[in-house]
């Protein structure tokens, strides 16, 4: 079974930055987009970047994370990347990557980001 795996994560303090990646297990065949969500303790988990691989790399961002954040990705590695600049307290969540191909969605078990002084 496919498993996607996050890492990157820590504490840092604001104004730092972190570099997450995510990978999976073995290839995922056709996948067309990889993201990257996060959940803080009490909300819902939301978008943070997508990276769409049919349509030359279109990419998308929450307006929370725009200009601070950049998604990178390759889909012949299954891989995705999510560089973070800048960063706030309010960035303080657990981020989770997710591929889609035409069969399914999958989810990775999410990596802890502290932004703290």
């Known amino acids: 079974q496919v498993q996607l795996v996050e890492s990157g994560g820590g504490l840092v303090q604001p104004g730092g930055s972190l570099r997450l990646s995510c990978a999976a297990s073995r290839s995922i065949f056709n996948i067309y987009r990889m993201g990257w969500y996060r959940q803080a303790p009490g909300n819902q988990r939301e978008l943070v970047a997508t990276l769409t691989f049919t349509s030359g790399g279109i990419t998308n961002y929450a307006d929370s994370v725009k200009g601070r954040f950049t998604i990178s990705g390759d889909s012949t590695k299954s891989s995705v990347y999510l560089q973070m600049n800048s960063l706030k307290p309010e960035d303080t969540a657990i981020y989770y990557c997710?591929?889609?191909?035409?069969?399914?969605?999958?989810w990775g078990q999410g990596t802890q980001v502290t932004v703290s002084s």
């Open positions: 997710n591929a889609r191909n035409f069969e399914r969605l999958y």
